[in-house]
């Protein structure tokens, strides 16, 4: 079955303390996504990957960092994370057609 | 600046045809694609176009005109469970995708 894993899927931390959200796929797709998504704004795209070691910046990447060293694997970090960073976070997979595959996304609170 | 616009909410009753419009306003364009997201849920993939034209696909359809930088989702006999958000996407240079805001669909009996 195609999927995209996302964990965890919630998470309650303080502000500064490095935090890794990861993200997996199994459709073999070159291309994955962050997102968070805020009420009334949408999803907004953080950081994406075409392929192994190739990560861009999207709309609102700062404060985060990625890393892309296996093909299904593509993880979101925050190396100090701060209150305006709470929020909900998708990871994708975009295959043919920029049909994406969203995981179940982390809920993320910043105290 | 990028950005996509549709409207916040839309009501219709069950049966009922309803047509989500969307404009964009982006640095290039690749294709319009449609998501649908419940509570609580994560998005999932409705139906794209990269060409002018109606894409078909059961109920929902889709329609794009890159000339007036201008889609929309048509859904048609609607059911309580098509109660949900649909996001417009654009992928504007060829790699990053701008989300709209969501229109709130409200299916009544």
């Known amino acids: 079955e195609a999927q995209v894993t996302q964990n965890p899927r919630y998470l309650i931390t303080v502000t500064g303390k490095k935090l890794t959200v990861t993200c997996s796929q199994n459709?073999?797709?070159?291309?994955m996504s962050w997102y968070r998504q805020d009420p009334g704004l949408g999803l907004r795209q953080i950081y994406y990957s075409m392929n192994v070691e190739v990560t861009d910046k999207g709309d609102v990447p700062e404060g985060y960092k990625v890393s892309r060293k296996e093909k299904r694997n593509f993880p979101l970090i925050l190396e100090s994370p701060s209150p305006n960073q709470t929020s909900l976070y998708f990871c994708?997979?975009?295959?043919?057609?920029?049909?994406?595959?969203f995981g179940p996304g982390t809920r993320l609170t910043v105290l | 600046g990028q950005s996509l616009e549709q409207p916040s909410e839309v009501t219709a009753v069950e049966g009922a045809i309803v047509q989500i419009n969307c404009t964009y306003q982006t640095s290039g364009f690749y294709g319009l694609s449609w998501y649908q997201q419940h509570d609580g849920g994560a998005p999932t993939f409705l139906s794209y176009n990269a060409l002018d034209g109606l894409e078909e696909t059961g109920r929902f359809s889709s329609f794009l005109s890159r000339s007036d930088s201008y889609g929309y989702l048509l859904l048609q006999e609607l059911q309580m469970k098509d109660s949900a958000s649909y996001f417009c996407?654009?992928?504007?240079?060829?790699?990053?995708?701008?989300f709209g805001p969501g229109t709130r669909l409200s299916v009544l009996p």
């Open positions: 459709m073999n797709h070159e291309y």
């Open positions: 996407a654009v992928r504007d240079n060829g790699q990053n995708f701008v």
């Open positions: 994708a997979s975009i295959g043919s057609g920029d049909t994406q595959y």
